[in-house]
């Protein structure tokens, strides 16, 4: 089979198609023909070696949809034929914080697909059942395979931690992305408002196109002073923060009293200082926020299959072109999503 291959740590030039065996499913696996992969800003974080070690040499991609050609002798829910996608993560399914539908904080298995799994920048893989989600018919390709880590994302976020509701007014800081993207269609289609920010004039039009009551351009990230001035000094319910140790401070000045700050990113993995005396006086809440469940992915195919929320898909490239897919979304370059799709075998 052909794949996108990383065999050391660092650029984007380091990716590189190879020939490698075709893989055989274990018992509980299917075997996928990759149709699509959609290429992830955590993709470039794990290739940098910013997220730790990664099992070397590594096949990157976690927003994988494909067709089902075998399966292991014990899998039960799929069958040659079938299109599936994966979730980011495994779990176990059976441990307390599984059955208590927080299966992001298993601990028994915490396989990434990319990285402990191999992942989708391939023309096949294997796949654990447990990992994978029914993909409707009417669902393109492409616009399934980045379901899960940016609509499914977003139902994790908006409405599983941050509890967003109609009426209220939601920041969404890399608004642009392809999380941001989704996470502003969702809460505007729950009925909330929602400031984006973004650090590109250009992304303007994709924001407004997604919904968005006001789009804040902030080269330099300092828009507590624009968020305050729209909101009439109130601030801002609920915040998506997508950015982290980049905007946080900003964000933290542009909460509401008695809001609730989600954080589902950090791009540069840095760190900051936090006053804890806003927190304390403006009893916000902070809330992390990992993976999508099996449940909440199987809600945002439904949401993007009925077009109650839009693909984020912005553009679709050769396999062959993942090394220069990296450079561009490292580089903003790409609002939405970039999606690798594999030649035919």
Same mark, same amino acid.
């Given at each position: 089979?052909?794949?996108? !291959?990383?065999?050391?740590?660092?650029?984007?030039?380091?990716?590189?198609?190879?020939?490698?065996?075709?893989?055989?499913?274990?018992?509980?696996?299917?075997?996928?023909?990759?149709?699509?992969?959609? +290429?992830?800003?955590?993709?470039?974080?794990?290739?940098?070696?910013?997220?730790?070690?990664?099992?070397?040499? #590594?096949?990157?991609?976690?927003?994988? *949809?494909?067709?089902?050609?075998? /399966?292991?002798?014990? !899998?039960?829910?799929?069958? /040659?034929?079938?299109? %599936?996608?994966?979730?980011?993560?495994?779990?176990? @399914?059976?441990?307390?914080?599984?059955? %208590?539908?927080?299966?992001?904080?298993?601990?028994?298995?915490?396989?990434?697909? &990319?990285?402990?799994?191999?992942?989708?920048?391939?023309?096949?893989?294997?796949?654990?059942?447990?990992?994978?989600?029914?993909?409707?018919?009417?669902?393109?390709?492409?616009?399934?395979? $980045?379901?899960?880590?940016?609509?499914?994302?977003?139902?994790?976020?908006?409405?599983?931690?941050?509890?967003?509701?109609?009426?209220? $007014? !939601?920041?969404?800081?890399? %608004?642009?992305?392809? /999380?941001?993207?989704?996470?502003?269609?969702?809460?505007?289609?729950?009925?909330?408002?929602?400031?984006? !920010? $973004?650090?590109?004039?250009?992304?303007?039009?994709?924001?407004?196109?997604? @919904?968005?009551?006001?789009?804040? *351009?902030?080269?330099?990230? =300092?828009?507590?002073?624009?968020?305050?001035?729209?909101?009439?000094?109130? &601030?801002?319910? *609920?915040?998506?923060?997508? +950015?982290?140790? =980049?905007?946080?401070?900003?964000?933290?000045?542009?909460?509401?009293?008695?809001?609730?700050?989600?954080?589902?990113?950090?791009?540069?993995?840095?760190?900051?200082?936090?006053?804890? &005396?806003?927190?304390? +006086?403006?009893?916000?809440?902070?809330?992390? #926020?990992?993976? $999508?469940?099996?449940?909440?992915?199987?809600?945002?195919?439904?949401?993007?299959?009925?077009?109650?929320?839009?693909?984020? *898909?912005?553009?679709?490239?050769?396999?062959?072109?993942?090394?220069?897919?990296?450079?561009?979304?490292?580089?903003?370059?790409?609002?939405?999503? #970039?999606?690798?799709?594999?030649?035919?075998?």
């Amino acid at each position: 089979m052909k794949a996108v !291959v990383l065999r050391e740590l660092g650029a984007a030039a380091n990716l590189t198609l190879a020939r490698l065996p075709d893989p055989e499913p274990a018992r509980d696996e299917v075997l996928l023909a990759v149709r699509a992969c959609g +290429v992830c800003y955590h993709d470039i974080i794990a290739r940098r070696g910013d997220l730790g070690p990664l099992p070397l040499p #590594a096949v990157l991609g976690h927003e994988v *949809v494909g067709e089902v050609l075998a /399966v292991g002798e014990s !899998v039960t829910g799929f069958r /040659v034929g079938d299109r %599936a996608a994966t979730l980011q993560r495994m779990s176990c @399914g059976e441990c307390a914080h599984c059955k %208590a539908n927080r299966n992001s904080l298993c601990k028994v298995d915490r396989r990434f697909f &990319g990285e402990e799994i191999r992942g989708g920048y391939a023309t096949r893989m294997t796949a654990p059942a447990m990992g994978l989600a029914h993909v409707p018919d009417s669902l393109s390709w492409p616009d399934a395979a $980045t379901v899960c880590c940016t609509t499914g994302t977003a139902v994790h976020v908006c409405r599983t931690r941050g509890r967003v509701k109609a009426g209220e $007014t !939601v920041l969404v800081t890399g %608004a642009s992305g392809g /999380v941001g993207l989704q996470a502003v269609q969702l809460c505007t289609h729950d009925g909330a408002r929602v400031i984006a !920010v $973004t650090s590109s004039e250009s992304k303007v039009n994709a924001l407004v196109d997604a @919904g968005a009551w006001h789009v804040v *351009v902030s080269r330099d990230l =300092a828009f507590a002073k624009d968020v305050k001035r729209i909101t009439a000094g109130d &601030g801002v319910d *609920v915040a998506i923060e997508i +950015v982290g140790s =980049a905007t946080f401070p900003q964000t933290l000045k542009c909460m509401a009293p008695g809001g609730r700050l989600v954080v589902v990113g950090n791009l540069d993995t840095g760190t900051f200082q936090l006053n804890p &005396g806003l927190v304390i +006086v403006k009893e916000l809440e902070i809330l992390g #926020a990992y993976a $999508t469940t099996r449940g909440e992915l199987e809600t945002a195919l439904e949401l993007t299959a009925t077009k109650k929320v839009k693909s984020c *898909v912005s553009e679709v490239v050769p396999l062959a072109d993942a090394a220069r897919a990296h450079f561009r979304l490292e580089n903003r370059e790409i609002a939405g999503r #970039a999606v690798l799709v594999p030649d035919a075998e």
